[in-house]
């Protein structure tokens, strides 16, 4: 008899896994794995464009060619919604087969609307509707989680991005509540909404590590890798505590303990092709580890030199008007917005170059 691969064992004990991509090779292969659901943006999207140009880039001219009157971002779209539906053709039977439970694929907003709520919520109507199974993304930012309880109040299953700290998760997951209680209130069928909050852990180590280098902290970069790892077990304490019916979701990997720390949670883990891979080929052991503490000591050293942990830890270290200039916000919508000219710019060389 074979032995259960470690994606497997996660899933045995509770944890979900997606893959961290709606690219299609990737997730036929997630799906066949046990992996239930998938997560994408304009960056992976691009990604999965640069990975398979003969697949895409005769759809991008296709399109440019049948619609003379799109603009650059139009097209991007366009592509997107086309993407995507494909994404959550191999995940409906997940979907159906759970009742609606699991089997979701996450598409994001434009990052340019961060700031716009209307925006935002104009658009992840229209991106909920291309298919059953979606699940509408926005920053876990001011705008954004605003947009994530109209979006819930409306029946649209949400997930926050943008987001690294306890007290974003905690606003985010206020907002969910009252969206749902709004759309019960209206009437409105909630029991195929399951909300996702998303941390991408890997980007507050990040961001910890930028601070050491421009602080010049001498401060042991390992002891910054448990960073992350105390905000998602302490948010994740929060949520079990109070009930939310929004589900956690780990994302943003930097090594191994951004999974195997989460092991037995009831969570999300949301995992790169090569790092799910990589684990199933790697000896760690799967065993539950969700509720174990960070050690005292480490706690005790990120507490004391980084002011951003303090902030990130606790539930009342930031108000909710701060989190756009989170120094981890901050770099990540850098890399959304240039990660989405760079789209654009492949879009606009099939335009001009036809």
């Not at 705008?143 to 819930?152: N, P, Q, R, S, V």
Request: net charge negative.
């Amino acid at each position: 008899m074979s032995m259960k691969s470690k994606m497997q064992q996660t899933s045995e004990l509770g944890s979900d896994w997606w893959n961290d991509s709606n690219d299609h090779e990737e997730l036929q292969h997630a799906v066949n794995e046990g992996a239930v659901g998938a997560t994408s943006n304009p960056v992976i999207t691009c990604a999965a464009v640069k990975n398979h140009p003969n697949v895409w880039l005769p759809v991008i001219d296709n399109m440019i060619e049948s619609n003379p009157t799109y603009s650059e971002d139009e097209i991007l779209w366009a592509l997107i919604d086309e993407v995507g539906m494909k994404a959550a053709a191999i995940l409906l039977p997940v979907y159906e087969k759970t009742n609606g439970q699991k089997g979701k694929l996450s598409l994001q907003v434009n990052p340019k609307y961060y700031r716009n709520p209307e925006l935002m919520i104009e658009q992840g109507k229209h991106l909920a509707s291309i298919a059953p199974n979606v699940a509408v993304k926005c920053p876990a930012l001011p705008a954004g989680i605003e947009a994530l309880e109209k979006l819930t109040a409306n029946g649209i299953c949400i997930n926050a991005t943008v987001s690294f700290t306890v007290p974003q998760a905690v606003q985010v997951a206020e907002a969910v509540e009252r969206g749902l209680d709004q759309a019960e209130k209206d009437g409105i069928n909630i029991e195929n909404l399951t909300p996702y909050v998303t941390i991408m852990v890997g980007r507050i180590d990040d961001h910890l590590k930028r601070v050491k280098q421009s602080e010049n902290l001498d401060v042991d970069p390992e002891i910054i890798d448990w960073a992350s790892i105390a905000v998602f077990k302490n948010a994740y304490k929060i949520f079990q505590k109070r009930g939310y019916r929004s589900k956690l979701l780990a994302a943003a990997f930097r090594s191994h303990k951004h999974w195997s720390e989460f092991v037995g949670g009831d969570i999300v883990i949301s995992m790169p092709y090569e790092w799910w891979n990589k684990f199933n080929a790697s000896d760690i052991e799967v065993i539950n580890r969700m509720n174990d503490p960070v050690d005292s000591e480490i706690m005790d050293k990120l507490s004391q030199n980084f002011n951003d942990f303090n902030r990130a830890f606790n539930e009342d270290g930031m108000a909710i008007d701060e989190f756009e200039f989170f120094g981890a916000s901050r770099h990540t919508m850098d890399t959304f917005l240039n990660g989405y000219d760079e789209f654009i710019q492949i879009i606009r060389s099939r335009m001009i170059n036809r």
